[in-house]
């Protein structure tokens, strides 16, 4: 496989780039792409107006009133069993799960009338792909990444130090939403014979809604995800990530006098041919590289963050006032009191992506016989994702006074660089360590994508060699060209994409909330049998 993809890297991807380059395809191409699409992308990211100076996305409301509902409705299990969630990455509760070796005939047409299919209930407590720790990293990686240093530089300029507060609130009714997704996604999930996992919103909106009598309508709304994903797998998860590395690694290693100035295609080919060894391995080899690669970077940027909290912690006190203040009673920043809410609200839910289905697809592998048990886990990511990396980057924009109006309007690009000279200002080589960090963040981005397109991919084409190579072939050409092109208007659709998967994915969520609650009942009722509850 990786010479198939080798191969067509070299014998299709470099053509395309160079005449692209040569005769200015790129710009022509997104022109036309933007015409086409630019229906749907205004359509998803519409801003409802408010107020003169409010414009909020509509999409937010979905997102922020399904997780408000799910906190609510599992009597804020976010907050009653964080602790719990961590002892369950920890491994304490594995003695629960009981595995032994099962012999299993799977047959994925036939299903129970809860939609499962029968024999995958009798593996699934014994089979899976990675530990509940892979699982997380996996899917942290996804969301771990640019937006934590550029998204919340443009937050806090554009709603000054309380949008930090909001962010926060946020964060935590966003662990409920991904509970309840990562739980459905290892309820409903399929196990092939050889223990492949395939599973994710396709899979609990198509049998989850079965179960309910909402056959037609589950898979309309499967099919539907799986083509969002796949469109957001190309873009937002590849092509936007390995460009926006691109520029920051292009400026800071000389500009102009750069060995990559103006060759991104070189760039991209090295990040293809690395992005493309780890995805040959499927979400086992994919699980081996985030596990090491997301706490390292997390540990790496948040420690940055605490050294520049140490270097001025007599500012502390001031910064965390800025932050109640700003959120309550901001003076001089654009829309006022909502308009801070909805930046906070904005930049946490554009962050950890709860609610828009992509992390089941990555929880729905791991090895476990209790969904709930995953789903614990899962909680955790809009926590590490916003509640402390994003509040870190915040704290020290805000300590080191770069956040204003002026940086507004800054796009991804010029944002990082904000933030890199916010760290640079008390720890001079930071910059570099911040270019390692972004090409990691955006590394690992990517890598786990390619596996939720991946796995959208093979719901609709099937799940033959002949499509695994295909997709990842094509995905590891869009890292070229991700990195050799300006396709504003191509990016800007997948990212449109990946927030339309928000539609179908919250229709299953608030319907199969029920089933959740079951699963939750099973877990509990297992650790209390064995006095751990």
Not at 41 to 60: A, G, H
């Amino acid at each position: 496989m990786r010479k198939y993809i080798l191969a067509t890297l070299s014998l299709i991807g470099l053509p395309i780039l160079t005449y692209a380059q040569e005769m200015g395809l790129d710009e022509q191409i997104d022109a036309a792409f933007g015409q086409a699409t630019g229906w749907f992308v205004n359509f998803i990211f519409y801003q409802i107006p408010i107020t003169d100076e409010i414009r909020v996305f509509w999409v937010l409301f979905p997102l922020i009133l399904g997780a408000t509902y799910f906190t609510i409705y599992f009597k804020f299990i976010n907050f009653r069993h964080f602790g719990t969630a961590i002892k369950v990455v920890q491994g304490k509760y594995d003695h629960l799960e009981g595995r032994q070796a099962h012999k299993v005939d799977v047959s994925p047409t036939v299903f129970t009338d809860d939609g499962d299919n029968p024999d995958t209930i009798r593996v699934e407590g014994h089979t899976g792909e990675v530990s509940h720790f892979q699982a997380l990293t996996a899917a942290l990686s996804a969301t771990v990444g640019l937006g934590n240093i550029a998204g919340v530089a443009i937050a806090v300029s554009i709603g000054g130090a309380g949008a930090t507060f909001w962010m926060i609130i946020a964060g935590f009714l966003g662990m409920a939403s991904k509970f309840v997704e990562c739980t459905l996604g290892v309820k409903y999930r399929d196990i092939e014979k050889d223990g492949t996992v395939y599973g994710g919103p396709m899979y609990y909106l198509r049998k989850g809604l079965k179960s309910k009598g909402l056959d037609g309508l589950g898979k309309a709304l499967a099919v539907i995800f799986a083509i969002f994903c796949i469109g957001g797998s190309f873009g937002g998860g590849n092509m936007f990530q390995v460009n926006q590395a691109f520029q920051l690694i292009e400026n800071v290693t000389g500009g102009e006098n750069s060995i990559f100035y103006n060759r991104g295609w070189l760039f991209g080919i090295i990040m293809a041919i690395l992005v493309g060894i780890v995805i040959i391995g499927g979400i086992k080899k994919i699980a081996k590289v985030t596990d090491k690669i997301v706490p390292f970077m997390v540990v790496i940027y948040v420690g940055a963050a605490i050294f520049v909290l140490i270097a001025k912690f007599d500012m502390i006190g001031n910064a965390f006032m800025q932050i109640i203040d700003g959120a309550f009673s901001p003076e001089g920043v654009a829309g006022g009191a909502v308009g801070v809410l909805v930046q906070g609200f904005r930049r946490a839910a554009f962050s950890n992506e709860a609610g828009i289905g992509s992390a089941s697809i990555a929880h729905s592998a791991v090895r476990t016989k209790y969904a709930a048990s995953e789903g614990l886990v899962a909680l955790l990511e809009p926590f590490v994702d916003t509640v402390v990396v994003c509040t870190m980057t915040a704290l020290v924009l805000i300590i080191t006074g770069n956040i204003n109006a002026d940086n507004a309007s800054l796009n991804d690009a010029q944002a990082i660089l904000l933030t890199s000279s916010a760290f640079e200002s008390v720890i001079s080589w930071f910059p570099w360590i911040l270019s390692l960090a972004v090409v990691l963040f955006a590394f690992s981005t990517m890598i786990s994508w390619s596996y939720y397109g991946f796995q959208a991919w093979s719901y609709l084409f099937g799940r033959t060699k002949k499509t695994e190579y295909t997709y990842k072939s094509l995905f590891c050409i869009f890292v070229i060209i991700g990195a050799a092109s300006s396709l504003g208007s191509v990016i800007g659709f997948s990212d449109a994409m990946i927030f339309a998967m928000m539609v179908p994915n919250m229709i299953g969520l608030v319907l199969l909330a029920p089933k959740v609650r079951d699963e939750v009942t099973r877990y509990f009722k297992a650790m209390r049998t064995q006095g751990e509850a």
